[in-house]
C-alpha cells in the first residue's frame, strides 16, 4: 500500500453485502486451526442473523453505523458499532481486515472512524468480545487502549474450549 490516502473509510451501502460478508468469515477462518468446524457453525449464525441485514441492526439507530474500508476501489476492512443497554457505551462489532492488506494501518483507521463516531454521538467507553485464537486482533485493540475486563471459556467438552476476551476503551473527550 502506497499510503492512506489510496484508503477511503465509509458507510456500508448494500452492494457492499457479498464483500463484508466475504470478508468476515475469511478472517474468522484463517485462525480457526482445529475449531473450524465450530468457528464455521458462528459464521453462518452471524450471517443469518446482523450480518444479513446491516441497515435494520446497525444503521436503523442514530448511535449505531456500519463502515467499510476501500482500497483502491476494493473492499477490504470492516467494523460496525451498535448501541448497547448502557448509554454510555457503544458495541464496537464485526471488525476485520484483509489479510492482502494487514499490517498496513486499516485496522488502526477503522478504530479512529469508531472512536470519533463515538465522541460525537456522546458515547464514553466502546467495548467489544474478541476470542483468544484472534491473537493478532487481540493485540492490536491492546496497542489502541483496549483493556481486558474479562475472559471466559465458550464451548462445551469434549471440543477445545475458546476463550471469550471482553475490552473495553474509555474515550477521552
Known sequence: MSGQSTVNIRPFVPSDLAKVHELFANGLLEFAGVIEDGVRRYIAKALKDDLADI???????????????????????I???????????????RM?????????????????TTEDFCLEKGYSRIGLSTVGFLQPALAMYRRHGYTTVKEEPY?????????????????VI
Do not use: C, M
Not at 57 to 77: C, I, K, M, Q, T
Not at 157 to 168: D, G, I, K, R, S
Open 96 to 112: 476485520s481486515v484483509s489479510s492482502t492488506v494487514r499490517r498496513q494501518g486499516i485496522g488502526r483507521r477503522l478504530l479512529e
Open 79 to 93: 467494523v460496525g458499532i451498535q448501541p448497547t443497554e448502557k448509554e454510555e457505551e457503544a458495541e464496537l462489532r
Open 155 to 171: 464451548g462445551d467438552p469434549p471440543h477445545q474450549p475458546v476463550t471469550v476476551h471482553y475490552l473495553v476503551k474509555e474515550l
Open 55 to 77: 441497515p435494520t441492526h446497525y444503521l436503523s439507530d442514530p448511535r449505531g453505523n456500519f463502515w467499510v474500508a476501500e482500497f483502491y476501489e476494493s473492499v477490504v476492512g
